[in-house]
Nanobody
Framework: VQLQASGGGLVQAGGSLRLSCQASGRVSSINAVQWYRQAPGKERELVAAISTSGGSTSYADSVKGRFTISTDNARNTVYLQMNSLKPEDTAVYYC??????????????????WGQGTQVTVSS
């Protein structure tokens, strides 16, 4: 699985951005996608997650009510709509896909794949 993240940029506080994470390769094996972010000097943190089967979502408390994660299965893409952005949202955002498939021997193979990251900068 390969992931291509895009959509980052510079925006003023209160503005919006939409990040995209397009998957290719063994897309059918993806069972969940998450968005993480990492600010300078801080650890990478989970921002939002979505199940590709049932569509259930979860969010970090810091982004609840402002960010929305969604999928477009026809485009093999997961979006992160970010509204009411704050300077503390400034970070590099990464998407990650969790996969499960069965190899030629019928054994389950679990793996995670990361996109390359996209910079989001929110000015005050």
């Amino acid at each position: 699985v390969q992931l291509q993240a895009s959509g980052g940029g510079l925006v003023q506080a209160g503005g919006s951005l939409r990040l995209s994470c397009q998957a290719s390769g063994r897309v059918s094996s993806i069972n969940a996608v998450q968005w993480y972010r990492q600010a300078p000097g801080k650890e990478r943190e989970l921002v939002a997650a979505i199940s590709t089967s049932g569509g259930s979502t979860s969010y970090a408390d810091s982004v609840k009510g402002r960010f929305t994660i969604s999928t477009d299965n026809a485009r093999n893409t997961v979006y992160l709509q970010m509204n009411s952005l704050k300077p503390e949202d400034t970070a590099v955002y990464y998407c990650r896909a969790d996969t499960l498939y069965y190899n030629d021997y019928g054994a389950p193979v679990v793996a995670a794949y990361w996109g390359q990251g996209t910079q989001v900068t929110v000015s005050s």
